[in-house]
T-cell receptor, first 116, second 113 residues
Framework: GAGVSQSPRYKVAKRGQDVALRCDPI?????LFWYQQALGQGPEFLTY????????KSGLPSDRFFAERPEGSVSTLKIQRTQQEDSAVYLC??????????????FGPGTRLTVL | GDSVTQMEGPVTLSEEAFLTINCTYT??????LFWYVQYPGEGLQLLLK?????DKGSNKGFEATYRKETTSFHLEKGSVQVSDSAVYFC????????????FGTGTKLQVIP
């Protein structure tokens, strides 16, 4: 595909439901990042994958958040027992390489999650 | 840890006015600095970047210079257009590892005709 795609674009969940958010990075991109953007704020880092390995999950806010990238391409961010404070836009980004001179990160359009 | 502070908005300007959005950062080592833009209803796009001190990033008439002595990366444009109305994010990636992006809180710019 031409860019990073995410689905669904919008998700409404009742408090306590589980949700799964999908990210399709640009083909061949090694690095994949998830960010959380609360209303009126800048995105904040959640987790990082290099191929299929999750190398950093320090930004995940609780153990209700889980991410995977089993084959090193598509990634899923899962949130269990959603709470109202989970309402945010979840952004996925990918980049071609790793390291200081890596290519820029390309961002997807995001999934807007609203928890009622 | 790394952090980015940018001027709060919203900023409202008339068309053809001069724009400055201030940004300062805290980071160890030699970060790379970025400005991202988010147009209404669209995703984040990289506007410009600078990877070392005194570098100037530029794109679409916007400029920003990496000033290590003042830890700043202010965004400027000489003559804004209505189409520049968007939210602008200053950001950095650290000098090591895998380059996660640390963002500022964003500055909303509204340009009126």
């Amino acid at each position: 595909g031409a860019g990073v795609s995410q689905s669904p674009r919008y998700k409404v969940a009742k408090r306590g439901q589980d949700v799964a958010l999908r990210c399709d990075p640009i083909s061949g991109h090694v690095s994949l990042f998830w960010y959380q953007q609360a209303l009126g704020q800048g995105p904040e880092f959640l987790t990082y994958f290099q191929n299929e390995a999750q190398l950093d999950k320090s930004g995940l806010p609780s153990d209700r958040f889980f991410a995977e990238r089993p084959e090193g391409s598509v990634s899923t961010l899962k949130i269990q027992r959603t709470q109202q404070e989970d309402s945010a836009v979840y952004l996925c980004a990918s980049s071609l390489r790793v390291g200081r001179n890596s290519n820029e990160q390309f961002f997807g359009p995001g999934t807007r999650l609203t928890v009622l | 840890g790394d952090s980015v502070t940018q001027m709060e908005g919203p900023v409202t300007l008339s068309e053809e006015a001069f724009l400055t959005i201030n940004c300062t950062y805290t980071a160890t080592g030699y970060p790379s600095l970025f400005w991202y833009v988010q147009y209404p209803g669209e995703g984040l796009q990289l506007l410009l970047k600078a990877t070392k001190a005194d570098d100037k990033g530029s794109n679409k008439g916007f400029e920003a210079t990496y000033r290590k002595e003042t830890t700043s990366f202010h965004l400027e444009k000489g003559s804004v257009q209505v189409s520049d109305s968007a939210v602008y994010f200053c950001a950095l990636t650290g000098s090591g590892g895998y380059q996660k992006v640390t963002f500022g809180t964003g500055t909303k710019l509204q340009v009126i005709p």
